[in-house]
């Protein structure tokens, strides 16, 4: 018979494990605005482009089964690739970017990203852990990444996604200092972990919902291929693809406030 001891282990690590998980899945336990909460709260947009390139709402998310598709830490060798996946079934999605190694080294890719209609946003500098540093060191890693996709596009993003999904109250007043908005997630693939296209594409079809942000990463080899099998898949269950900001409107992205489906 389990002792009073062993009871208690058995409680606490499903506990710790759900915790875990849901730490995984959406970051840091902050205070968060979901897509259908900040629609309801904001009547009207602050008048900027939904994405460069492209004006007005594409679609009602009030209305449409909607879905956001989102990538991080590019853009890599693939991103090309990707967009004219993109191009060919007309869906506009967010490009979280990272600075060093990434966006000074592909300056056309990002060009292209806003081009096309795409929202080009902000992943750091180098990756690092946001919740880990001092507010200089916060200020760097956003701040460089805003000067250099500035410097191609001509825009600063007006978003971003900190590393691993941590945040706490210092990387949102830096990050409201900046004019960023945090932006989370509800379906991961966990691509870092497996070259396997179809499972990736399973493991997000399988969590994808209404007002869904998806995560998936355009640096590792098995997410592009996955990528027109995920689309097809979810617009044959009535899915509208849309960008971040869209999936927000007629709500602005407000700046410091984080947002999760």
């Not at 989370?184 to 693939?189: I, M």
């Not at 960008?243 to 407000?254: C, F, H, I, N, S």
Request: charged share 30%; with cysteine.
């Amino acid at each position: 018979m389990p002792t009073r001891t062993h009871r208690s282990r058995a409680r606490v690590v499903p506990a710790l494990f759900a915790a875990s998980l849901a730490l995984l899945l959406g970051g840091c336990s902050v205070d968060s605005t979901s897509p259908a909460d900040a629609r309801a709260d904001a009547p009207k947009s602050d008048g900027k482009p939904l994405a460069s390139g492209r004006s007005g709402p594409a679609v009602d998310c009030g209305e449409a089964k909607c879905i956001a598709l989102t990538f991080d830490a590019g853009p890599g060798k693939d991103t090309p690739e990707l967009l004219d996946m993109l191009k060919k079934e007309d869906v506009h999605a967010t490009f979280f970017l990272l600075g060093k190694n990434h966006v000074l080294k592909h300056p056309d890719v990002v060009r292209r990203l806003a081009a096309e209609g795409h929202e080009v946003a902000n992943h750091t500098w180098t990756h690092k852990r946001l919740d880990q540093l001092d507010k200089d060191g916060i200020r760097e890693e956003l701040g460089r990444t805003q000067d250099a996709i500035a410097e191609i596009t001509g825009e600063k993003p007006r978003l971003m996604r900190p590393p691993q999904g941590r945040t706490d109250d210092e990387v949102t007043e830096v990050s409201k200092e900046l004019g960023l908005s945090q932006v989370l997630w509800s379906a991961t693939a966990k691509d870092y972990s497996t070259t396997d296209s179809e499972l990736i594409k399973k493991r997000i079809v399988d969590q994808a919902g209404r007002d869904g942000i998806i995560l998936l990463h355009d640096i590792y080899d098995g997410t592009v291929p996955a990528v027109p099998g995920i689309i097809a898949e979810l617009k044959k269950r009535g899915y509208t693809f849309v960008t971040v900001p869209e999936l927000l409107a007629p709500a602005a992205p407000e700046p410091g406030t984080v947002y999760r489906p």
